[in-house]
């Protein structure tokens, strides 16, 4: 009889401590809380990241070069000034990385027209105007791409009616109809089966801004570099930045 009664109390005891109980919510409550300058500054907080903030703001507003005149997106219809200097800035300083990995040069450089985010201004320019212009943490990447393909890029750059931008390695001529009388590449014609590098950056290589013709491809190659670095980079060489809307994309009436 004990040794039944043993049993039971095991098997009930064991049974109980067993079962999972359900907890969860009775009731969620959400409140809003407004961050503005009302807040209170902690200030053992505020006194840790103070060196670091110093360090930070002297790297952004350390002047790199000077701009004679102010830039924008809208300067031009077919080229900007400011355009030309990104692609022509990311050709430079990308180029030679490239040939270091691959032993071939970068044909011409693409950048989308969203790309652009501010205008640069006449004056002191720091590490601040790139971040302004191109605050997104887009990457160099170049595809190698047959000729038919550059023929779809030279589409898209007729078709958008903007100032998409490229490189001067890369010459345009349309005439008032929007027709293509002619394309260059390093003062050549399109060569069908000949594999041109084309670098762009890694959102318009993902088909961004509608670019869908860098896939699929002969070939890809990440830099791991990023543009806004390239433009400070270039920023550092130039000294003084004068771009000027060229002849790189014309239309001839």
């Known amino acids: 009889m004990r040794f039944t009664y043993f049993f039971f109390l095991l098997y009930f005891f064991t049974f109980t401590a067993c079962k999972q109980q359900k907890i969860g919510p009775t009731k969620i409550v959400g409140d809003k809380i407004e961050i503005n300058d ?3 500054i902690d200030s053992e907080i505020e006194a840790f990241i103070k060196p670091y903030r110093i360090h930070i703001q002297k790297d952004l507003d350390s002047v790199l070069a000077y701009s004679i005149d102010t830039y924008s997106k809208t300067d031009g219809q077919f080229n900007t000034a400011i355009g030309n200097f990104m692609a022509d800035a990311v050709y430079t ?4 990385v ?14 989308n027209y969203g790309g652009i985010r ?3 201004s006449k004056g002191n320019i720091t590490a601040r105007t790139a971040y302004k212009v191109m605050p997104f943490e887009n990457s160099i990447v170049v595809a190698g791409l047959k000729g038919d393909k550059i023929k779809n890029i030279v589409d898209y750059i007729v078709s958008s009616k903007r100032a998409v931008p490229f490189s001067s390695q890369l010459k345009l001529k349309i005439d008032k109809d929007y027709n293509i009388l ?4 390093n003062d050549n014609t ?3 089966t000949k594999t041109y590098y084309v670098a762009t950056s890694d959102y318009t290589y993902n088909m961004g801004d509608n670019m869908t013709f860098f896939k699929p491809n002969e070939g890809v190659t990440f830099l791991d570099y990023k543009i806004r670095k390239a433009l400070i980079d270039n920023f550092k060489k130039i000294d003084t930045l004068k771009p000027v809307i060229d002849d790189r994309y014309i239309q001839i009436n």
């Open 38 to 40: 009302s807040l209170s």
């Open 93 to 96: 300083q990308a180029n030679p």
């Open 98 to 111: 490239f040939k270091a990995r691959t032993k071939n040069n970068i044909d011409f450089v693409l950048l």
């Open 118 to 120: 501010s205008i640069i």
């Open 182 to 185: 002619s394309v260059t590449i």
């Open 190 to 192: 399109i060569d069908s």
